[in-house]
């Protein structure tokens, strides 16, 4: 059976390259966000135990809210979830996760969707670059849902600590679409087959 599918797969890949390849990302991608939401509440718990939770943290301001408050890239205001922004505690938790989920996507997506072979120290810099800019577009957008989620789940809703949990699981998802959607023409750039030929000299170079 497993034989089977794997023929049927390898002649799908063969005449629909392209197809598949999105296909393996796409299970690649499901699978990094799935160890997200299972990473996000367990680093979100330690830093909830420390003072950071109490610490702002509010930097870049880009304009005003419909309010007229001031509106900040990374916007994680000093106090517990909803009521705060999470201040320092939660910026660390969401961005630990990320890096962490986005390392192991780095390695998945480039041996086993793209089987690149060109310079994985090329590869590694655009990475690191597309996931800063990301990162800042990902944090700007957040600004916009993550207070009305966060009070829909906690307040309205009246669900408490499961309501935040469930807040948390959306908020990530959310910034693992965003990523989803920007990553794959990227990977398409940075990771690259080079002909046989020149693998080893790409190997030196990396």
Do not use: C, H
Not at 2 to 28: I, M, N, S
């Amino acid at each position: 059976m497993l034989t089977r599918l794997k023929d049927a797969w390898g002649r799908f890949a063969a005449k629909r390259p392209g197809v598949a390849q999105f296909a393996v990302f796409f299970l690649l991608s499901n699978g990094i966000t799935v160890l997200q939401l299972a990473l996000m509440p367990l680093i979100k718990w330690v830093f909830g135990m420390t003072a950071l939770v109490d610490t702002a943290f509010q930097i870049w301001p880009i304009g005003s809210t419909p309010d007229g408050s001031q509106y900040f890239i990374f916007d994680y205001a000093a106090g517990a979830l909803p009521a705060g922004g999470g201040g320092l505690a939660y910026f660390l938790a969401v961005q630990i996760t990320l890096l962490i989920a986005q390392v192991i996507n780095f390695f998945a997506q480039r041996n086993i969707t793209f089987k690149s072979n060109s310079s994985i120290t090329k590869a590694a810099i655009w990475y690191t670059i597309a996931y800063v800019v990301i990162t800042l577009i990902a944090a700007a957008a957040q600004g916009l849902y993550k207070t009305p989620i966060y009070d829909l789940f906690i307040d309205t809703w009246g669900l408490g600590g499961t309501g935040e949990t469930l807040a948390d699981f959306v908020t990530m998802i959310i910034n693992s679409a965003i990523s989803f959607w920007v990553f794959f023409p990227i990977f398409k750039v940075i990771f690259k087959q080079v002909p046989a030929v020149d693998a080893p000299e790409q190997a030196l170079a990396s």
